[in-house]
């Protein structure tokens, strides 16, 4: 996810016109579905149905896929409006300023959330989710991905922000060398690398969360998005911003790679599972939301609205699963009890909070990014 924060010119506009309000409701609808799926995996038992539409829930974790993907496409994007196409023009890119930018886009928000999460975790008598030793220091960081043991430290969803942070670091080079070799070049060794990664991570102990949080395992993802933005760029046939559900590339990609995943979860080759997997779900996920973010294009209140929502993801994704338990058992106390009734009443209260942390935070560093 590249988590860049709503800041206008305009102090009396919310939204930054730069974005493609496309992207912003693709995030829209990703997060919505990493909420949903922890609402369902924290409040109702375990699906056992065959097919129900809580199974859609149950792949929400695939919004982090997205996520990876919007973020390279973001970042080469932005690469490209300021015309580094070259070596030389990459070397004389201000790239201090590109990791302060980011810093200021990562930190503040992160930080908040630790604080608010500590307090209301000590108020509540939850102190021992967030104790205060080196995995509090190990989270803020970031660095909480490197240590298994402290990886679910506090609120879980937390863990993203480190593996995001590898991203920001490892895009320069990854950049460089994507506009000294030719594109298929380019993907090729990235996904050599992030198979190799993956199949010597498969056989640790610790493989899941080595698996989640590690930059190589999941670099086949972001480097995707990265040339999904370069190729839009030099092509403005692929533009993902101006496609429209008339494109038949975007049905026969999504049925391809929905099939293909179908496939691979199935198939007894655990190698090519490991290795293939969460590349075709992401790209499955990623333009399935496309789709749905097309059609409710038609709805202009709904997509404007989603919009909305995607501006603020970044601190709606920080705060949405915390205080998931505590909130539905308040609201079974008080006799709401409907599951999409109370699940409704919960992130609509999380999307509030979230834009006014977002709003404060943005009128803090609008100047200094």
């Known amino acids: 996810?590249?988590?860049?924060?709503?800041v206008s010119e305009d102090k009396n506009q919310f939204f930054n016109s730069s974005r493609s309000q496309l992207f912003e409701v693709i995030r829209a609808l990703a997060i919505i579905w990493i909420a949903w799926y922890h609402v369902d995996q924290l409040i109702l038992p375990i699906n056992q149905n065959i097919f129900s539409i809580r199974t859609l829930a149950s792949l929400g974790y695939s919004g982090v896929n997205i996520f990876l993907l919007l973020s390279g496409i973001g970042l080469t994007l932005g690469m490209k409006k300021e015309r580094i196409?070259?070596?030389?023009?990459w070397s004389d890119f201000p790239w201090k300023k590109f990791f302060l930018r980011r810093f200021l886009r990562i930190y503040p928000l992160y930080i908040v959330a630790h604080i608010l999460f500590f307090i209301t975790g000590a108020l509540v008598g939850k102190y021992s989710d967030m104790p205060l030793d080196i995995g509090f220091l190990l989270s803020i960081t970031g660095l909480r991905v490197f240590f298994p043991k402290y990886f679910w430290y506090g609120p879980d969803a937390f863990w993203f922000v480190g593996l995001i942070l590898q991203f920001y670091f490892l895009f320069p080079v990854l950049f460089l060398l994507m506009i000294k070799i030719n594109i298929k070049k380019f993907l090729l060794i990235t996904f050599f690398i992030c198979a190799i990664s993956r199949l010597i991570t498969a056989g640790s102990v610790d493989n899941y969360v080595l698996m989640l949080g590690l930059a190589p395992n999941r670099l086949a993802e972001f480097c995707l998005g990265m040339t999904i933005a370069y190729n839009t760029s030099i092509d403005k046939g692929l533009n993902i911003q101006n496609i429209?559900?008339?494109?038949?590339?975007?049905?026969i990609t999504f049925l391809v790679s929905t099939v293909g995943g179908i496939f691979l979860y199935w198939t007894p080759v655990l190698q090519i599972k490991t290795i293939a997997f969460d590349l075709i779900l992401a790209i499955a996920a990623f333009t399935g939301l496309t789709i749905i973010a097309l059609m409710s294009s038609y709805i202009s209140y709904i997509y404007q609205i989603l919009a909305f929502l995607g501006s603020i993801s970044y601190s709606f994704y920080l705060l949405h699963?915390?205080?998931?338990r505590p909130a539905f058992s308040a609201m079974k106390a008080i006799g709401i009890q409907n599951y999409w009734v109370t699940t409704l009443i919960y992130l609509s209260s999380i999307v509030l909070f979230s834009y006014i942390l977002t709003y404060c935070e943005s009128r803090l560093f609008s100047r200094k990014r």
């Open 244 to 251: 429209t559900l008339k494109n038949p590339l975007i049905w």
């Open 85 to 89: 196409d070259s070596a030389i023009a």
């Open 1 to 6: 996810m590249n988590f860049r924060l709503p």
């Open 321 to 324: 699963s915390p205080p998931i």
